[in-house]
C-alpha cells in the first residue's frame, strides 16, 4: 500500500470515528403530523410535515392515528419518529397503540372523541433528564362539560426501550393536580440550568398558573402564581419565546392577549402587559418569531403582529392579514386564523380553524410589519389537516451562561463557544445524500459546503433554533468536500467524503 493510500484510509477511518460517535439531541422536534380517518379514500389518511432537510417536505402516511387539536410527537436524533399521542391514546412509530398507550385522560369528553381530542395544546412530551429513553407526557381533557374546565392535570410515563424500541407506557393518568384548570394551554420552557424544565398550566376563574418542576427525581408540583388578569373557561393558546424570556397567552373572547416576562432561574412570571384587541373573535393562537423579538396573533378573521421590544407594545400593532374569502376545498369550510406554531424552518405556520386541505405560513417572521410576508393558504396539503400543529417547547435551549442557575457545567443548545467537534456529518463517506448537525444558535446561520478546489457547490440559510439539515449532492464527484457553517463571527466546519 503506497504512503498516499494509506493515509487516506486513516482520514477515512477518523472521519467515520467522529461522525459516529456521541450525537446531540439534535432531530426531536423535526417531523409534525397531521391527518385523520384514513379508512377513507384520499384526501383522507395521514399527512406528514417533514423539516428535517431545513424546509418543508410533505408526505402521505397510512396510520391508524387520527390528529385534531391535540397533537404531541418527538422524534429520534435523525428525525425518525418514536410516538405521538392525539390525547386520547399514544401511537407507536408504526401508527399503532402503543402497549398500555389506550385510555388516556378518563372523561365522557374523551369517550366522545376517542379519535383524538380538540384541545389546543393538551398534551407535551418531554424528555426525563438524565434518562435516555424515557418520556413525560404531561396532559389532561375536559371533564366537566357544563363548565368547560379540567379537573386534573395528568402524567404518563414511557419507556421506549420496551417491546422491541416501540416502546411502552409503564404508568399512565398519574394525577399532578386535581382543582379547576382551564382547558389545554399546557406548555414549557427548559430551565435555567439547561437540564430541567418548567411546565405549567392555569387555573379556572382566577388570574393564577400552576408552576411544575421536571427533575431527574420526576414532576413537582410547586403550587401558584398570581399574576395578571383572571381567566374563566377559556381555549387559545400559550407560548413561550424561543429565547425563553417571555410568555404570551391569548383567548379571543374578552380576555385577549397578554404577555409576561419570564425568569428561568425561578420560573415566575413579571411585567404583565394586557392588550385589548378590538374584534369579534373568539379563538385564536400565538406564537413567536425566531428571533423572540416579534409575536404573532391569529384571531379567526385577522393576523396581528406586535414587536415585543418596543417601549408600548400595543401601539405596535400591524394588523398584517384579514381572511380573503378563501375556502378549501370549498364552502363551508374556510380558510380562518386558528393556533399556530414556529417551525425549524425559521417559518410560522398557522391552522385555518377548519379540516382543510391548507395552511397558512409567515415566512419570514423576524421582519416588521408586512415585510414578514404572510401569505394566506400558502400551503397546500395532501390530505385534510384539522388544526393539528404539534406541542412542541425549544427542545434546544440550553442554560442561562452566567447565571446563578447555571451551576450544572452542561450546554443542551446555546453556547458562547463552540469546537468543530460538536458539527457532524453522517453517513460520511456518502453517496452525496447526508445529514448535517449542529448546536442550535439563537440567530440565522449559513452553510457552505466547498469542493477539494475551494468552490462553492451548495449553500443553504441555517434558521434559528435549527440543528439538523439534510443535504443533497449525488452531482458530485467523488472526493473530499469541506462543511462550513457560520453564525455571525462563530464558524464551525467538518469534512464529508462523496464517494461513487
Known amino acids: 500500500m503506497r504512503v498516499t493510500d494509506h493515509c487516506s484510509w486513516l482520514l477515512l477511518l477518523v472521519l467515520l470515528y467522529c461522525c459516529t460517535s456521541v450525537k446531540a439531541q439534535q432531530g426531536i422536534n423535526n417531523l409534525w403530523l397531521g391527518g385523520f380517518e384514513d379508512e377513507s379514500p384520499p384526501p383522507w389518511g395521514g399527512v406528514n410535515l417533514d423539516f428535517i432537510s431545513g424546509s418543508l417536505s410533505l408526505s402521505t402516511m397510512t396510520r391508524e392515528i387520527d390528529f385534531v387539536r391535540t397533537n404531541a410527537n418527538i422524534s429520534s436524533n435523525d428525525g425518525t419518529l418514536l410516538f405521538c399521542t392525539n390525547g386520547a391514546y399514544i401511537g407507536d412509530a408504526l401508527g399503532d397503540t402503543m402497549v398500555n398507550g389506550a385510555d388516556l385522560n378518563?372523561?365522557?369528553?374523551?369517550?366522545?372523541?376517542?379519535?383524538?381530542?380538540?384541545?389546543?395544546?393538551?398534551?407535551?412530551?418531554?424528555?426525563?433528564?438524565?434518562s435516555d429513553g424515557i418520556y413525560f407526557l404531561i396532559h389532561g381533557t375536559i371533564d366537566d362539560f357544563a363548565g368547560q374546565n379540567a379537573a386534573y392535570l395528568y402524567l404518563t410515563t414511557v419507556d421506549m426501550s420496551l417491546n422491541g424500541g416501540l416502546g411502552a407506557v409503564t404508568s399512565k393518568n398519574e394525577v399532578l393536580i386535581n382543582d379547576l384548570l382551564n382547558v389545554g394551554k399546557i406548555t414549557s420552557v427548559r430551565h435555567a440550568n439547561g437540564r430541567d424544565w418548567w411546565v405549567f398550566c392555569h387555573k379556572k376563574d382566577t388570574n393564577e398558573f400552576y408552576r411544575l418542576l421536571l427533575t431527574p427525581e420526576g414532576v413537582q408540583v410547586l403550587g401558584?402564581?398570581?399574576i395578571g388578569i383572571v381567566r374563566y373557561g377559556d381555549l387559545g393558546q400559550v407560548c413561550f419565546s424561543p429565547n425563553g424570556t417571555k410568555f404570551a397567552y391569548y383567548w379571543g373572547d374578552g380576555e385577549d392577549l397578554e404577555i409576561f416576562g419570564f425568569d428561568r432561574c425561578n420560573g415566575l412570571f413579571s411585567t404583565p402587559v394586557h392588550i385589548a384587541i378590538e374584534?369579534?373573535?373568539?379563538?385564536?393562537g400565538v406564537a413567536f418569531s425566531p428571533n423572540s423579538r416579534y409575536l404573532y396573533v391569529p384571531s379567526v378573521e385577522d393576523v396581528y403582529q406586535y414587536d415585543t421590544e418596543a417601549s408600548d407594545i400595543s401601539a405596535s400593532m400591524v394588523h398584517i392579514a384579514q381572511w380573503d374569502g378563501f375556502y378549501s376545498p370549498s364552502p363551508p369550510?374556510?380558510?380562518?386564523?386558528?393556533?399556530?406554531?414556529?417551525?425549524?424552518?425559521?417559518?410560522?405556520?398557522?391552522?385555518?380553524?377548519?379540516?382543510t386541505l391548507h395552511l397558512h405560513v409567515i415566512n419570514n417572521p423576524d421582519m416588521q410589519g408586512f415585510d414578514c410576508n404572510i401569505v394566506q393558504h400558502g400551503i397546500e396539503l395532501p390530505r385534510y389537516f384539522?388544526?393539528?400543529?404539534?406541542?412542541?417547547?425549544n427542545y434546544h435551549l440550553g442554560p442561562v451562561d452566567g447565571s446563578v442557575c447555571d451551576s450544572l457545567g452542561i450546554n443542551v443548545g446555546v453556547a458562547e463557544q463552540q469546537n468543530n467537534a460538536s458539527v457532524k456529518a453522517f453517513p460520511n463517506p456518502t453517496n452525496g445524500n447526508f445529514q448535517v448537525t449542529y448546536p442550535a444558535h439563537a440567530t440565522v446561520g449559513s452553510l457552505n459546503i466547498l469542493d477539494a478546489h475551494g468552490?462553492?457547490?451548495?449553500?443553504?440559510?441555517?434558521?434559528?433554533?435549527?440543528?439538523?439539515?439534510?443535504?443533497?449532492?449525488?452531482?458530485?464527484?467523488?472526493?473530499?468536500?469541506?462543511?462550513?457553517?457560520?453564525?455571525?463571527?462563530e464558524k464551525l466546519t467538518t469534512r464529508i467524503v462523496i464517494q461513487e
Not at 374584534?279 to 385564536?284: C, E, K, R, Y
Not at 386564523?337 to 379540516?355: E, H
Not at 467523488?478 to 463571527?489: F, N, Q, T, V
Request: one cysteine or more.
Open 455 to 489: 468552490k462553492v457547490v451548495y449553500q443553504h440559510r441555517i434558521p434559528q433554533w435549527s440543528t439538523v439539515h439534510a443535504v443533497q449532492l449525488p452531482e458530485q464527484a467523488p472526493g473530499m468536500y469541506h462543511c462550513r457553517l457560520a453564525w455571525g463571527s
Open 386 to 393: 384539522a388544526n393539528s400543529l404539534p406541542n412542541h417547547p
Open 224 to 226: 401558584t402564581q398570581a
Open 279 to 284: 374584534d369579534q373573535n373568539s379563538q385564536g
Open 333 to 355: 369550510f374556510a380558510t380562518l386564523f386558528d393556533i399556530a406554531q414556529l417551525a425549524p424552518d425559521g417559518k410560522v405556520y398557522i391552522s385555518t380553524g377548519n379540516g
Open 106 to 130: 378518563p372523561s365522557d369528553y374523551t369517550s366522545l372523541y376517542a379519535e383524538g381530542l380538540n384541545i389546543p395544546q393538551g398534551c407535551l412530551i418531554l424528555p426525563k433528564p438524565e
